[in-house]
């Protein structure tokens, strides 16, 4: 018997030891190489779109046309569409002496511009955008520079009794702003004649504004897209005289005109603020009657 199990033995070891030798030596596992997702160059899609491209001094890209305006900020997933915030998947890329997406982001993008074209209340314009015909501005209102393409009228009261520009400036520059943070001052006869419009500096350079900051993270949106117009008075308290009245109507509807603002373009600054400003005392539903 015992003769009988030492062949057995053997040839069962001989299989064993043959599987062991023909079984492949264990490899370190190798992740399957990724193929990075493709970029579009920002100023590429905009062209595409029929957007412009600039660079704000800032930092800010700004792809435009019409009432459309999207910012992005180069390292950031951020991105705003007229002023609504949404997140990219990845962040905008510096590639050498250009800005970049990736393809999925950019397509996001365009879905979401899209989407506020086709939104109710919308500017409608045609596939190969025409220039309106606009009336230029009165010579003492124009700006020295290229105007900008501005989609808002912002509405504030300086809570003061008197104030002109000058006035006005000096306040702002001792709190820390470069200049007057309003493009435009309606006077009320306390430093300025009472209805007078005078312009400021930051309109005459076409400089974003300093007036309605609404929170950090905003990339500064109404400022950027925004016209200023300050009449002087406290209207928590008064109204404004009739003569402040005739220039903002006559102002903005000439600002509508020339910049193609839709009438709900036109807001008070409490729209977008939590803030009583223009005050409780500010004729608003006239005003929207007078424009009309």
Known sequence: ???TLVPLLTLALGVLGGCQATKPPPQTAVPPSVRPEPVIFVSDM???MGFHYTEDPRGFLELRLGPDAVVLTPGSRRAMVNGHKFYMVHPCLKMGDNFALRTGDARMLRQHVRG???RPGHLAR???PVQPQVAPLPARWAPRVVARHWRHIVIHHTVTSRGSVGFLDQIHRARG???LGY????GNGTGAGDGEVQVGSRWAAQQVGAHTRVDPSDDNYWNR???GIVLVGDFTQTRPSRRQMDSLVLLVRTLENRFQIAPE???PHRAVKDTLCPGPRFPWAELQQRLR
């Open 126 to 128: 045609p596939a190969a």
């Open 46 to 48: 905009a062209s595409e």
């Open 183 to 186: 493009h435009f001052v309606i």
């Open 1 to 3: 018997m015992h003769k």
């Open 116 to 118: 506020e074209q086709g």
């Open 225 to 227: 897209n925004s016209i």
């Open 177 to 179: 702003f470069d200049s």
């Open 265 to 267: 373009g036109v807001i």
